[in-house]
């Protein structure tokens, strides 16, 4: 197993409207962005953090309703996705 860091910020670590968990999640979305974005799925970010697809939907709503997270759409070979990127 390779190791890796997760570097969360402290607006993020501070902010006492997320859980721990929704601090962790911002972690690895900043360390999986690729020039900025974020392409992975709920699934993939459920495994790293422990959680369900339906709880990563529900920790990405709440990084994004307090402006640590925006969520773009692109079409890449006619297929829809999505994109995280830490602001």
Known sequence: MQEYYINIPS????NKNLSDK????YGQINRLSSKGNCWASNKYLGDLIDATP??????????KDNYLIKIETEIIQGIS???IICI
């Open 11 to 14: 607006k993020v670590l501070e």
């Open 22 to 25: 929704a601090k962790i999640l």
């Open 54 to 63: 339906r709880t990563v939907t529900r920790l990405i709503k709440k990084l």
């Open 81 to 83: 996705q999505r994109k």
